[in-house]
Nanobody, 113 residues
């Protein structure tokens, strides 16, 4: 059974940091592009950061310079380091493999002002 399980969300103050992890099981992330997405209730899911199978990274403009996506194929995990968090970063964050249509259940990130 394929699973993507996110962890590391929580409540932090404005300017704080969090590190999200995404553990994959039932399939190997090696060879797949992986992404972090976020969604605010009532709004469309937004791609936040993307890392290709060979390590190229892309970010939405609003998080450039603050967020860093990484992967550890040996551990079958993907990470999102989030620094200088802002209240507008508050959302449910999802890990996803769009090519294989595998998605996690999400982890809540709340940044208090």
């Amino acid at each position: 059974q394929v699973q993507l399980v996110e962890s590391g969300g929580g409540l932090v103050p404005d300017g704080g940091s969090l590190r999200l992890s995404c553990a994959a099981s039932g399939f190997l992330i090696t060879g797949y592009n992986m992404g972090w997405y976020r969604q605010i209730p009532g709004k469309a899911r937004e791609l936040v950061a993307f890392i290709t199978f060979d390590g190229d990274r892309n970010y939405v403009d609003s998080v450039k310079g603050r967020f860093t996506v990484s992967r550890d194929n040996a551990k079958n995990q993907v990470y999102l380091q989030m620094n200088s968090l802002k209240p507008e970063d508050t959302a449910i964050y999802y890990c996803g493999c769009p090519t294989a249509d595998h998605w996690g259940q999400g982890t809540q990130v709340t940044v208090s002002s």
